[in-house]
């Protein structure tokens, strides 16, 4: 079956950039939707960035203007580039996606998470 890995987080200090990857592995032939979710402690899981195939990104007021969310069907990977962390940012990152497979589309993929917690 399809899966996602989320990697990329870490521990980071205010004011870096970090790139978050998103590596489906399975079979798939295409990514059709992403998006890009957090969740902090004691908070709701927050819709940060969005994509389509072919469509432009849609981006959160909390991360617009310092983030940007790509693919790469080729290397089946999505990413999230956020700069300018804040203390704010600190939350588990996952990412979201349908896709094309072999069999046809799959619907609602979910990656484990990676950390980002930003501190000084």
């Known amino acids: 079956q399809v899966q996602l890995v989320e990697s990329g987080g870490g521990l980071v200090q205010p004011g870096v950039s970090l790139s978050l990857s998103c590596a489906a592995s399975?079979?798939?032939?295409?990514?059709?939707?992403i998006g890009w979710y957090r969740q902090a402690p004691g908070k709701q899981r927050e819709l940060l960035a969005t994509?389509?195939?072919?469509?432009?990104?849609n981006y959160a007021d909390s991360v617009k203007g310092r983030s940007t969310i790509d693919t790469d069907n080729a290397k089946n990977t999505v990413y999230l580039r956020m700069n300018s962390l804040k203390p704010e940012d600190t939350a588990v990152y996952y990412c979201?996606?349908?896709?094309?497979?072999?069999?046809?589309?799959?619907?609602?993929?979910w990656g484990q998470g990676t950390q980002v917690t930003v501190s000084s």
């Open positions: 399975g079979s798939i032939l295409t990514f059709y939707a």
């Open positions: 979201n996606v349908d896709l094309i497979g072999k069999d046809g589309p799959l619907y609602d993929i």
């Open positions: 994509i389509t195939n072919g469509g432009s990104p």
